[in-house]
């Protein structure tokens, strides 16, 4: 009989059962939509982070930022005796490879004693480049030393317009100098090879390269080719790629470490310590190590690191953080609120029935069990109809999987898949890592239980206060208010 | 006490035995406060000594009842009468175990229903009296026999003791075909038959009605009476207040409350 009756009640009042139904499940939707795009976000972030850092690294230690006119700034010159003339053009084509402009070095011997700290499970150091090739073509220079100018009367002849102008190109890539011997820790530890040979200790020294698979298939290069880094021919030994597919690796290039040194006139520095702790709750002690025993380095945590994934990542965070949590709270509280004021209202408009039925033998518990039941199944159709919603719009998201850039800044490296242009990566994405990411919202069973408890909550809320109101009902009083 | 019997009840036999309740009375100032009827039967089903019921309305203390003295014998059918706002509804609810006196005694039997915990009052009312309301009070939701299967939901029976009791309340009112209509598609005689079924199908010592002609045409209220009539024939006691002449004068015994007072007529 009680689910007859209860039936019966939510049946009756449509209207009523309806409005709370959907006020909760809307809550329970936003709530669920809410929750996976913050974990999908989260996952972005660490996507983000990994594709820097590498998996495992709980602290990374930099270099103070150098003083304009340290650091970085090589000049390209060109002798008279430079490039090849041709039909009285110049060609002329020169590679740099240098530090990140304004990017401090530590030490080489920093990993070595940051490894041996108490609480360090392993340290790695990286050497973050930029390789920049400046070619273009330019007027024949013997001819123009036979005659200035307005001398002899004839107009500037030769160079690229064949009217004495000259044009030039300036491409750029990242190049990270690391640790063939020891990539558990830093940016390789979250790569895959897709095609070739991974760095390996016997490649100390060695001219050999691994390049990003995404930056690789722009720049038509296949594991035997030889790129020019730095001046010197690199062979390409292997082609590497990001563990996740929705991020690229931490640069365009690596190279031993010892060969980056060399290449970069930069002898036994590296920009970046990556370390990992021998557990979580060593790092802040590792952290506090590290800063007292390495002076002027910047000591940063994964919290740290997370706070320098900006653009649309962090855009995207904050909403859902702020707006997103917000906008969920007050609408639960709008959805519980209506609730409990229809089922007040409801027990009000029911005086005379439930005045009746304690007429006729109902104990006060069995009148506000029949509430509390009616607003726990309003609640849990609710919550049903929320959870579909819920994950109907997670499903969408996941179909839609919106693109969110992401740069990782401060103590990170140049950027990959940002080389290749003139002025591109090098000097535009100075110290930052840029990524698409893509957002996925990832459905959990945290997700749906908390869905369940919320409409089991919100219908026990309601009911206590429609039960309260129903419990202190007396029934003579009932009775007598309706004549 | 001056007693007044069952048997010779004259309006000069009531007398006046609470003078003090008269000042602190409205509604008594020219009423004796205080009647003292008693029937001769040995064991009355409700006996009431000195019922005292007082609750404030906007601010002013009113006495519903102002020390009524009552015997009702078991199988009586009794109405009771009397100007609204006299106090039939407030003495209904106390036979009825719905609401306690300030003083007095309620007896419904062995259990003084005033001193009573309110477990015992909702047992009471669960095994041992029937309603039937002049609205009918019928949940509209709920067809006829789950209605009248309500009125048994207290007593924690089968399933199948439930059904058959039902079957055989709603057949005692005449409306076994009707078993799956709702409220709203029976007629008002119809309606009230339910709820004298949902009153009856607990087997009740006692069936307290209040009004419960009052919404029914005089065809419909005739048959209502004869159903009531016959409950009472196989012994079932029976309280009606009511307002129609024609009701009351087929009872065995009239009583009238007037500010807070009974009497027989």
């Known amino acids: 009989m009680y689910w007859t009756y209860l039936r019966r009640e939510l049946a009756g009042r449509k209207k009523q059962t309806i409005i709370v139904a959907v006020g909760l499940a809307v809550a329970i939707a936003l709530v669920i939509v809410v929750n996976a795009l913050s974990a999908g976000v989260r996952d972005a972030q660490a996507q983000a982070l990994e594709s820097v850092y590498g998996v495992g690294t709980d602290l990374t230690v930099t270099g103070a930022a150098a003083e304009p006119g340290e650091g970085g700034g090589q000049r390209f010159e060109f002798d008279s005796e430079a490039g090849e003339t041709t039909d009285g053009t110049t060609s002329v084509s020169q590679s740099r490879l240098t530090a990140d402009f304004m990017r401090g070095t530590l030490d080489a011997s920093t990993v070595e004693s940051v490894a041996s700290l108490d609480g360090v499970a392993a340290a790695s150091g990286a050497l973050s480049l930029t390789n920049i090739t400046f070619s273009g073509e330019m007027p024949d220079r013997s001819q123009m030393q036979q005659g200035g100018p307005g001398e002899s009367g004839e107009p500037p002849a030769g160079g690229p317009d064949g009217a004495g102008g000259s044009a030039f190109d300036l491409d750029s890539f990242t190049v990270l100098g690391i640790d063939p011997d020891d990539t558990a820790v830093g940016p390789l530890s979250a790569v895959e090879v897709s095609e070739g040979r991974a760095l390996a200790a016997g490649d100390a020294g060695e001219l050999v390269a691994v390049v990003d698979a995404s930056y690789a298939t722009t720049n038509e290069i296949s594991v035997g080719d030889t790129i020019d880094v730095g001046g010197s021919e690199v062979e390409v030994v292997g082609l590497i790629a990001s563990t996740s597919s929705d991020a690229d690796t931490a640069a365009n290039v690596y190279i031993p470490l010892d060969v980056a040194q060399s290449l970069a006139g930069l002898d036994d520095v590296v920009s970046t ?211 | 006490m001056n007693t007044v019997t069952n048997e010779s009840v004259t309006n000069e036999s009531v007398t006046n035995e609470s003078v003090t309740n008269e000042q602190e009375n409205p509604m008594s100032m020219t009423e004796p406060a205080t009647t003292s009827i008693e029937s001769s039967a040995p064991s009355p089903i409700y006996a009431l000594q000195a019922v005292i019921r007082e609750y404030q309305q906007k601010n002013r203390n009113v006495r519903a009842l102002a020390g009524v003295d009552l015997e009702i014998r078991e199988g009586e059918f009794v109405t009771i009468q009397g100007p609204t706002g006299g106090g039939k509804s407030t003495l209904l609810q106390m036979l009825g175990a719905l609401d306690r006196p300030t003083s007095g005694v309620v007896k419904l039997g062995e259990v003084d229903l005033a001193k009573a915990s309110n477990a015992t009052l909702g047992h009471v009312r669960a095994t041992e009296v029937g309603f039937v309301f002049q609205g009918f009070n019928l949940i509209p939701t709920l067809t006829a026999h789950e209605n009248v299967d309500m009125g048994l939901e207290p007593l924690g029976l089968s399933g199948t003791d439930r059904h058959s009791r039902v079957a055989e309340a709603l057949a005692q009112v005449g409306l076994a075909e009707r078993a799956d209509h709702l409220p709203g598609e029976l007629s008002g005689g119809q309606q009230q038959r339910v709820a004298i079924a949902r009153a009856i199908a607990k087997r009740p010592r006692v069936l307290l009605a209040d009004e419960p002609t009052g919404n029914l045409d005089e065809h419909m209220r005739d048959e209502i009476l004869e159903l009531l009539e016959g409950l009472n024939r196989d012994g079932l006691t029976l309280i009606v207040v009511t307002h129609d002449s024609a009701v009351a004068r087929r009872a065995h015994r009239r009583l009238r409350l007037e500010k807070g007072s009974v009497r027989e007529i």
């Open chain 1, 273 to 483: 310590v990556y370390v990992q702790a021998t557990s979580a709750n060593q790092i802040d002690a590792v952290q506090a190590e590290i800063e007292d025993s390495v002076a002027g380095a910047t000591v940063s945590s994964q919290s740290d690191l997370a706070s320098t994934v900006s653009s649309s990542l962090a855009s995207a965070s904050s909403l859902i953080t702020n707006l997103g949590t917000w906008l969920s709270i007050l609408v639960l509280a709008v959805a519980l609120a209506l609730a409990v004021l229809f089922t007040i209202s409801g027990v009000t408009r029911r005086t005379r029935e439930f005045g009746t039925l304690k007429a006729i033998g109902w104990s006060n518990g069995r009148v506000v069990g029949q509430v509390a039941g009616e607003s726990v199944i309003q609640g849990l159709i609710g919550g049903a109809i929320g959870l579909a919603v819920g994950l109907a719009g997670i499903w969408i998201i996941n179909l839609i999987s919106p693109t969110i850039s992401s740069t990782a800044a401060s103590t990170g490296q140049a950027g990959p898949g940002q080389g290749g242009g003139p002025m591109g990566g090098g000097f535009g994405g100075m110290a930052q890592q840029a990524a698409d990411v893509v957002l996925h919202a990832p459905i959990t069973l945290w997700v749906v239980a908390a869905a369940v408890g919320i409409a089991i909550a919100g219908g026990l809320i309601a009911g206590a206060f429609g039960g309260w109101r129903a419990a202190r009902l007396s029934p003579a009083e009932a009775l007598r208010s309706v004549g």
